[in-house]
């Protein structure tokens, strides 16, 4: 079992930016891959950012290619979602999610493991 637990949300000026961090527990972190994904009020979750167990690794959705780097640091079991420039449709809630394999995955399905989310919060 891993334990996802997500931080850093909250309400930021379109433009801005924020940190998130998704820190893991339970089994060895360093052999999962991690997506980022965040769900708006009556849509979809959808995937925004995948890193894989090494770090050697990740794939991006258009809607945030250029403004959203993913990274790990696997000594402290964490892996970040670096936001800039946002706009005030990324609001959502923004969830992490883990699952144990050598690659990585973009679609939800694809994960074992997820966080109860943060939310994030872009005012015009």
């Known amino acids: 079992q891993v334990q996802l637990v997500e931080s850093g949300g909250g309400l930021v000026q379109a433009g801005g930016s924020l940190r998130l961090a998704c820190a893991a527990s339970g089994r060895t972190f360093n052999r999962f891959a991690v997506g980022w994904f965040r769900q708006a009020p009556g849509k979809e979750r959808e995937f925004l950012a995948v890193?894989?167990?090494?770090?050697?690794?990740?794939d991006y959705a258009d809607a945030v290619k250029g403004r959203f780097t993913i990274s790990r640091d696997n000594a402290k079991n964490t892996v970040f979602l670096q936001m800039n420039s946002l706009k005030p449709e990324d609001t959502a809630v923004y969830y992490c999610?883990?699952?144990?394999?050598?690659?990585?995955?973009?679609?939800?399905?694809?994960?074992?493991?997820w966080g109860q989310g943060t939310q994030v919060t872009v005012s015009s």
């Open positions: 999610a883990a699952v144990y394999t050598g690659g990585y995955y973009t679609q939800r399905s694809g994960y074992d493991y």
């Open positions: 890193i894989n167990w090494s770090g050697g690794s990740t």
